[in-house]
């Protein structure tokens, strides 16, 4: 594959780039449609040409003529629009690649066994935070201990905190440190985000700029080329001093929670809107209010008590987390000043709830997770136009804790093709670090819905490969007045399979040979460090 001859680090307005001879994988929703059968499709295939201007594609067609712009030769690769993970915790996740991994833990003792070892062969200042991740004590015999992690620390502060990001355990070290406390065991919800919200204050929890550098090159050879981030703090501050300083490589919606409502309200741009100083990659994001909790935690809020809830335990259907009048305040004050809204929510009882919320409100809006549903609330999604933004890859991880505490009510779990069906829009992200920052994943996760050697859990809610890959592309089609964002592919991602476990496959396994991001490319195969 030839690559263009020289770097596009002119502004967005002055880039220009031609595609040449790529197979257009074509999307539901698009102009080319879908053949009946991938026999059918295939048969008809014959590479076109892609030329894309001021960050938007212009032309589609055959031998296109050249306007002396810098070519791409994609050599006969498929090509799609460009990836988008529509929920990203940015800061979060470039930090978690570096945190010490305990997501395989299935005690409390596995996660003290890998803090003791780590420590014990560690050369970091024993000043500096120790963050263990990806820890879930859903299913744990015993809760977590503050006193045996302390037993294993050697003086350092220690924090692990939850895959889900709805707890966290800290050591006395780091409680004295952060003047929180004391607690014995891990602190959820509210309490723990008020924590969470301080830890940059801690000596070595930031990552550095080669970090952040790091995080967005891996994204651009998975081919995503923008991400919804819903960082905790400061997403649309920080985003256009990171364009400033050379992080120009991804699209970028940025959101806010209401702890700075005003100070978004105050810069006077809705959602949509480019921020100052993005050189067009930038864009307002949502305002994004957390109305419950977690599975792990028992804290998402359900219509019904958790299967496994102690009887008379205290919200043993888990609780809200806002009250509704504090939600339509929130919505009010976001809708008045231009700016969409999206809420946390997971339980059944709190998607309830948040739809009711946008009915009183008048518009639409975006649900994150919406992972169990009432049957009655499916269709509510598409006739008040709310968006069901859904991390698939978290039913891989919630399944067995699912099976558990909401035993009866499984089949509502992740109903990927009720919504569909109900003409909801559906759209993917992996809410990183909770999940990994990898589109290719929940794509599997939607298409197969298993990680392991089981049948798919209840496969009649999986989607087709071509339905996952719409689900992923921010509704875009490689089509003129789109995006000029676009990924050539080292395979067919709709090729043909013989049960769901191969498609998934195929898409778990998919390579990425380019990534062209607003005219540029940001990542070859061939020239990794593009």
Wanted: proline share 7%.
């Amino acid at each position: 594959m030839t690559t263009p001859t020289q770097e596009q680090r002119a502004p967005l307005a002055e880039r220009a780039l031609l595609i040449r001879n790529a197979l257009v994988v074509p999307l539901p929703g698009g102009s080319a449609g879908l053949a009946d059968s991938p026999a059918e499709r295939h048969a008809g295939e014959k590479p076109v040409d892609i030329r894309i201007a001021a960050g938007v594609i212009t032309e589609v067609g055959p031998s296109l003529v050249s306007h002396g712009e810098d070519e791409l030769d994609a050599a006969g690769r498929w090509a799609i629009p460009g990836l988008w993970d529509q929920h990203v915790h940015f800061l979060h996740w470039a930090r978690a690649r570096g945190w010490l991994d305990v997501a395989d833990s299935a005690s409390q003792d596995d996660v003290v066994d890998t803090v003791r070892a780590h420590v014990a062969t560690s050369t970091t200042d024993p000043d500096q935070v120790l963050i263990a991740f990806g820890y879930r004590a859903a299913l744990w015999p015993a809760p977590a201990s503050v006193p045996d992690l302390d037993a294993v620390s050697a003086g350092r502060p220690v924090i692990a905190i939850a895959g889900d990001a709805h707890n966290g355990w800290l050591n006395t070290r780091a409680q004295r440190m952060l003047g929180v406390g004391p607690f014995t065991t891990a602190v959820s919800e509210n309490a723990w985000f008020e924590i969470n919200a301080r830890l940059p204050e801690l000596p070595g929890f930031e990552p550095q700029q080669a970090d952040l550098v790091a995080t967005v090159s891996a994204m651009a050879a998975q081919g995503l080329t923008g991400i919804v981030d819903l960082d905790f703090r400061d997403a649309f501050t920080a985003w256009p001093r990171r364009v400033a300083s050379g992080l120009n490589v991804i699209r970028v919606s940025a959101g806010v929670y209401p702890e700075q409502l005003d100070e978004a309200v105050a810069l006077g741009v809705e959602t949509g809107g480019a921020l100052p100083g993005g050189d067009g990659l930038i864009t307002m994001g949502p305002l994004k209010i957390i109305t419950d909790g977690s599975l792990s935690t028992r804290t998402a809020w359900c219509c019904a008590p958790y299967t496994d809830a102690p009887a008379g335990a205290r919200n043993a259907a888990g609780a809200p987390n806002v009250t509704a009048d504090r939600l339509d305040d929130l919505i009010a004050t976001a809708t008045a000043h231009g700016l969409a809204v999206t809420a946390h929510a997971i339980g059944d009882r709190a998607n309830e709830g948040v739809l009711d919320a946008f009915a009183r409100a008048g518009i639409g809006g975006r649900i994150e997770h919406a992972q169990l549903l009432r049957c009655d609330d499916i269709g509510r999604f598409a006739e008040l136009g709310v968006t069901a933004s859904v991390q698939p890859a978290h039913l891989l991880d919630d399944r067995d804790t699912a099976e558990r505490c909401w035993a009866d009510r499984t089949a509502r779990c992740f109903p990927l093709r009720s919504l569909l069906a109900a003409g909801v829009d559906v759209v993917f992200g992996s809410d990183g670090p909770v999940s990994p920052v990898d589109p290719w994943l929940e794509m599997a996760a939607a298409v197969h819905r298993s990680a392991d050697e089981r049948e798919g859990w209840h496969e009649e809610q999986s989607l087709s490969p071509a339905e996952a890959l719409a689900c992923s592309v921010d509704g875009q089609r490689l089509e003129p007045g789109c995006r000029g964002d676009v990924v050539l592919l080292g395979a067919d991602p709709l090729a043909p399979a013989s049960s769901p476990r191969e498609a998934a496959e195929i898409l778990r396994t998919m390579s990425v040979a380019a990534t062209v991001c607003a005219g540029r490319v940001t990542y070859c195969e061939e020239h990794p460090s593009r």
